[in-house]
């Protein structure tokens, strides 16, 4: 077995981990995507990245999902902390 299938075997729970993730996010969010899934061909194409194919969505989801992803992304070039409040002086 190759390095890279190795590795691709040890990352395959991994990618389910991640699978659960995402599909959380996406609940929390109000999207369904009944296809998401791990897409097995991309554990056999030997480049040792796993891909997810999120499937097909109808336009509700589509919709709830642009939505989640402009609340959730900060524009280009946007600090990702809060900056801690000022102390008012003494």
């Not at 109808?58 to 902390?81: I, Q």
Request: glycine share 12%; proline share 10%.
């Amino acid at each position: 077995m190759s390095d890279v299938a190795r590795n691709q075997v040890e990352d395959f729970p991994k990618c389910y981990g991640s699978l659960d993730e995402l599909r959380e996010a996406l609940v929390g969010a109000g999207v369904s995507l009944p296809g998401l899934r791990l897409d097995p061909a991309s554990f056999a194409d030997g480049d040792g990245i796993p891909l997810f194919d999120l499937g097909r969505c109808n336009m509700t989801n589509a919709a709830r999902l642009v939505e989640a992803l402009r609340r959730g992304v900060s524009p280009p070039g946007t600090p990702t902390t809060t900056p801690a409040p000022a102390r008012q002086g003494s």
